[in-house]
T-cell receptor, first 113, second 115 residues
Framework: NAGVTQTPKFQVLKTGQSMTLQCAQD?????MYWYRQDPGMGLRLIYYSASEGTTDKGEVPNGYNVSRLNKREFSLRLESAAPSQTSVYFCASSEGPENQPQHFGDGTRLSIL | GENVEQHPSTLSVQEGDSAVIKCTYS??????FPWYKQELGKRPQLIID?????GEKKDQRIAVTLNKTAKHFSLHITETQPEDSAVYFC??????????????FGQGTRLTINP
């Protein structure tokens, strides 16, 4: 039972490069989320998808785009990477509707030089 | 929007003693409050959660209390053990029209258990 799988685990980019972070869940969950985690700031929601075919902005969406490819997969894209986007990115999923636990992947550690 | 404040930012206790971490939130519509434990370099893992129709919930050595009037909730760990050392995050939900559950996280508490 893999749960939430994120790829890649590590990545180094140069400023201005683009990249897509991949996330897949095998728990048949309806809702999926992307967070970033910076030192001393907890986790902040970037984008979320309540169900297949829908996406919406979270707290810090600027500089990112997302695609809910199907019920299992939710990708996060950086079109033109900036050093301020250096962070650890976590994908999560939950059954939906509200008040259901969110389950996290192992994270992607992204450095922008 | 919702704001979650967590205290203390660091906490050091002797093995066997109790640890308490406190959070306050601002949005009275929040109705779900999970707690996550994160070990160094690992994913956040849910350890306990509480819903707004409940005032207290226990799971072995871990308990959470919720005071909706005062808008605060707390994590209590009793009989602490070295493996309890980690960063703990509280969170509060923001109701969403679309049905997804948006969480706002506190800044985290680094708990160290001294043998």
């Amino acid at each position: 039972n893999a749960g939430v799988t994120q790829t890649p685990k590590f990545q180094v980019l140069k400023t201005g490069q683009s990249m897509t972070l991949q996330c897949a869940q095998d728990m048949n969950h309806n809702s999926m989320y992307w967070y970033r985690q910076d030192p001393g700031m907890g986790l902040r929601l970037i984008y979320y998808s309540a169900s297949e075919g829908t996406t919406d902005k979270g707290e810090v969406p600027n500089g990112y785009n997302v695609s809910r490819l199907n019920k299992r997969e939710f990708s996060l894209r950086l079109e033109s990477a900036a050093p301020s986007q250096t962070s650890v990115y976590f994908c999560a999923s939950s059954e939906g509707p509200e008040n259901q636990p969110q389950h996290f992947g192992d994270g992607t550690r992204l450095s922008i030089l | 929007g919702e704001n979650v404040e967590q205290h203390p930012s660091t906490l050091s206790v002797q093995e066997g003693d109790s640890a308490v971490i406190k959070c306050t939130y601002s949005d009275s519509a929040s109705n779900y409050f999970p707690w996550y434990k994160q070990e160094l370099g690992k994913r956040p893992q849910l350890i306990i959660d509480i819903r707004s129709n409940v005032g207290e919930k226990k799971d072995q050595r871990i308990a959470v209390t919720l005071n909706k009037t005062a808008k605060h909730f707390s994590l209590h760990i009793t009989e602490t053990q070295p493996e309890d050392s980690a960063v703990y995050f509280c969170a509060a939900s923001i109701p969403s029209i679309q049905g997804a559950q948006k969480l706002v996280f506190g800044q985290g508490t680094r708990l160290t258990i001294n043998p």
